[in-house]
C-alpha cells in the first residue's frame, strides 16, 4: 500500500511510518522543520498552513492512504486551516483520509465522552481541533476522524520527558492529581490507526486506552517504570491553577474497540502494573 504520513516526523508520525515500512508498504512522510531519520521512507518537506504546497505534494506523491497527523496547539492555521488543505488535497486525488483529533474538543463538563458526543470545546486548540472535524466531515465524508488521549511510548513523548524531568528537578512544575485522561500506548494507536485505515468504516473513533488516570498517577506509573522515585514527583491541582482547559475527560472506546482487533490497552498495563489488564474502559 502507498501511504502518506502527514505529520510523519512528530512522535506518532514516526511510529506510524516504522510500522508502514516493517510490513513493506510505500511510505512517504512530511516534515516541517527537518526529516525524520527512519530509512525506507520518502521525506518530504510541507507546511500545511499553504494549500497549494499540500495539493502539489498529495498529487505527486499519489498515496492510496492519508493520515495526517499533523498539529500545532498554539496555531489555527497548522490545526484548523491544514486539515482542511489536506482534506481537500486527499479527496481531489481519491484516497483514503484517517484524521487525528484530539479530546481537547470536549469541554470535561460530561466526563465521559463516547463517539456520538458533540465537541464544546473551551481552548483553542479544541475549538481548531473541533473545526478541522467539521471540515474533514464536510469534505470527506468517508474518512476517518479518530479521537485520541496523551500519547505515551517506551520513552520517547513528551509526558514521559517532562516526569524524567520533573523527578531529577531540572524543572519546576506540578503533575496535576484531578485532571484526568485515558493515555494509549503509540504503537496500540498507530496500529489501530493502519487498521482503521484499511477498513470501511467512517466517520468519529475513539482511539484511547482502556482506563482513565490522573496525569499525576501516569507520571508515578512512568517513574516506577524508568526506575524514578515515584515520590519526587510534584502534585497540584488543575482546579487552583490559572491554566485554562478541561479537568476530566474521558473517551469511551467501546464502539471502535469492538471493530479493532488491535487492543487498546490502558496505562496500567502498557506501563506494567501488575493485574491491570482487566481494568474496565474510562474506569
Known sequence: MKILIVGG???????????????????????MTRPGTLAGVDWRPCDVRRRVDVAGLVAAVRPRVVVNAAFRQAE???????????????AAAGARLVHVSSDAV?????????????PDPIT?????KAAAETAVQAVAPDAVIARTSLIVGDGGSSHEVLVHSLASGRVSGALFTDEMRCPVHVSDLATALLELAASSHAGVHHV?????????????L????????????PAG???????????????????????LRTKLRGAREFLGVPGAEGAGPGS
Do not use: K, N
Open 9 to 31: 516526523s512528530g512522535f506518532l508520525g514516526s511510529e506510524l511510518a516504522r510500522l508502514c515500512v516493517a510490513r513493506g508498504d510505500e511510505v512517504a512522510a512530511t516534515y
Open 76 to 90: 489555527w492555521r497548522s490545526t484548523a486551516d491544514g486539515a482542511a488543505h489536506v482534506a481537500l488535497a486527499a
Open 106 to 118: 470536549f469541554s470535561g463538563a460530561a466526563v465521559h465522552y463516547d463517539e456520538t458526543s458533540a
Open 124 to 128: 483553542p486548540y479544541g475549538a481548531a
Open 208 to 220: 484511547a486506552g482502556a482506563d482513565a488516570v490522573s496525569r499525576y498517577d501516569l507520571g508515578r
Open 222 to 233: 512512568i517513574a516506577r517504570r524508568d526506575d524514578l522515585d515515584p515520590d519526587a514527583l
Open 237 to 259: 491541582l488543575r482546579a487552583d491553577s490559572t491554566l485554562a482547559g478541561p479537568i476530566d475527560v474521558r473517551l469511551d472506546c467501546t464502539m471502535t474497540q469492538r471493530r
